[in-house]
């Protein structure tokens, strides 16, 4: 028996009959949602049962609850969007402005942060002042793997002359201290992005550029879960990367 649902009914005085009305249902439907208990309606006959009850559906469906609790390693992921493009810039911005410890953009060109963050200089300036760590991983305009990689993209906007981009506005940022930039290979097919314990990744598709990659956003549930995975990566990419300046201010 579904005892709460039942418990309901018998104190708001609602019938079965009644019930059934009020949801659009056959009266043989209401009777099976109290006697079976592993029978879950459809949400919409939920939400029209719980207001006409006067009370929560997981209250009189225990299970609804359970299903949209995340448990195991899932429960790290926030949100799941087809393409880049479609992660709202509201929320990069959130993610950027909520950050009070690590900023890490690790993508292979970073272009379309300057791009689409209105001044995303300054927001880095504040932050490594306050004393956030600001890192950048980037690939190398001039090598080999970029090189490829344009070929494979094949797009007017070359990748080389985003990263070129990037570097020219990391350059502004120079004198900054906590701001910091390495080369790096490791991530060109993966770009990470982290922001104390939440993390946008983009694994790149062939024939593919960023704005196009499928995108997780990930938060930090668990040790060795998912969201320390990829950190573990990017820690590993940022110690092995070269030094973008001979010279660094950030921190290492």
């Not at 592993?38 to 009850?53: F, V």
């Not at 609850?65 to 790290?76: L, M, Q, S, W, Y």
């Not at 950027?96 to 379309?112: D, K, M, Q, V």
């Not at 704005?211 to 820690?235: I, N, W, Y």
Request: with cysteine; aromatic share 8%.
């Amino acid at each position: 028996m579904n005892e709460a649902l039942q418990r309901a009914m018998t104190e708001t005085h609602t019938t079965d009959r009644q019930l059934a009305a009020s949801c659009g249902v056959d009266v043989k439907t209401v009777t099976r949602w109290i006697t079976q208990t592993g029978r879950l309606p459809h949400a919409r006959h939920r939400w029209a049962a719980a207001k006409t009850l006067g009370k929560d559906e997981e209250m009189l469906w225990p299970a609804v609850a359970k299903k949209t609790i995340k448990v195991g390693p899932d429960r790290e992921v926030v949100s799941v969007y087809p393409y880049r493009s479609a992660v709202p810039a509201a929320l990069w911005r959130t993610l950027i402005t909520r950050a009070e410890s690590e900023l890490t953009f690790a993508g292979y060109t970073n272009y379309f942060l300057w791009l689409e963050q209105a001044r995303f200089g300054t927001a880095l300036r504040r932050k490594a002042a306050a004393g956030c760590r600001v890192r950048f991983l980037v690939g190398d305009p001039d090598s080999a793997l970029t090189r490829a990689r344009e070929e494979d993209e094949a797009v007017p906007l070359s990748l080389s002359t985003r990263i070129r981009v990037t570097l020219a506005e990391l350059e502004k940022l120079r004198d900054q201290a906590g701001i910091d930039a390495r080369y790096s290979g490791g991530h060109a097919h993966l770009s990470v992005f982290r922001f104390d314990d939440d993390m946008i990744v983009t694994p790149l598709l062939t024939h593919s550029i960023g704005h196009d990659a499928p995108t997780l956003h990930l938060r930090r549930h668990q040790p060795d879960g998912l969201f320390d995975r990829f950190a573990s990566h990017v820690e590993e990419l940022w110690r092995r990367g070269t030094p973008v300046w001979t010279e660094t201010h950030g921190q290492a």
